[in-house]
């Protein structure tokens, strides 16, 4: 897959991003080259890979799961008589999307 130069505008405006006409074709160049990288990595054959969560077999330490913090109802209680708005025990925060 390859973009063009109109593509890279279109996705520009589409985030918001102003770019003017030299970071749009440095932008193309990039991102092109990442495209031609995944290219390459979906080209490999892995059929019989098993997969694996990471490269080295390790394993996590485990701690043991106890509760280490004290009496977090009053804290919440705190937290909320600070807020600056607050109703039935949530925060109410003003609607940004319309």
């Known amino acids: 897959m390859s973009l063009t130069l109109e593509q890279v505008h279109r996705i520009a405006h589409l985030a918001r991003i102003e770019v003017d006409e030299v970071e749009a074709r440095r932008t193309l160049g990039q991102l092109n080259g990442i495209f031609g990288l995944i290219e390459t990595m979906q080209a490999v054959d892995t059929q019989g890979v098993e997969p ?16 280490t913090e004290d009496d977090q109802v009053a804290w919440r209680a705190a937290f909320q008589a600070i807020a600056p708005e ?10 940004v999307i319309e």
């Not at 607050?86 to 609607?95: F, K, M, Q, T």
């Open 52 to 67: 694996m969560a990471h490269a080295q077999d390790l394993a996590q330490r485990l701690r043991p799961d106890c509760v």
């Open 86 to 95: 607050a109703e039935a025990g949530l925060y109410l925060v003003p609607r």
